[in-house]
């Protein structure tokens, strides 16, 4: 049997939503970007402990990470509702990769100051990834 037909099978049979171009297309930018997230999540833990050493801090960071999934996931299904889902997820993963570089442009050029610069983008770029959770779903 020729190995690219048994390949088409099989993602036709039990994967069959990958038939579809863009699903896949969406599908491998999510893949992309949750991997470039918890990367970045992972980063700035790592940044805070190196620069600071205080394991305070480090819970700090990550309490603050996910402050705005806490407050604003309520109500990001109601306001993604009312704007192009397409638009929106361009938007927000676009802004979340402006963040991930400004962020690493910082650190790659010591000019990083843990206050401003690494407490500031956190909650952010989360902000900007719960609001397109909802558009990812509904699209």
Known sequence: MNLKLAGTRLVHNNF???THRNYRYF???QC????GTWMQNIGQA????????????????????FLPITLFSLFAGVVIDKFPKK???????????????TMSLLVFTDT???????ACPAPRHHQYV???DPAGVQY
């Open 46 to 65: 790592w940044l805070v402990l190196t620069l600071t050493g205080s394991p305070l801090l480090l819970g700090l960071i990550g309490t603050v990470q």
């Open 130 to 132: 719960r609001h397109a």
């Open 16 to 18: 069959h939503a990958l």
């Open 112 to 118: 990083v100051v843990w206050l401003c610069h690494d």
């Open 87 to 101: 638009r929106i997820l361009i938007v927000t993963q676009s802004v979340s990769m402006c963040l991930a570089l």
């Open 32 to 35: 992309v970007s949750l991997i």
């Open 27 to 29: 599908w491998m930018g």
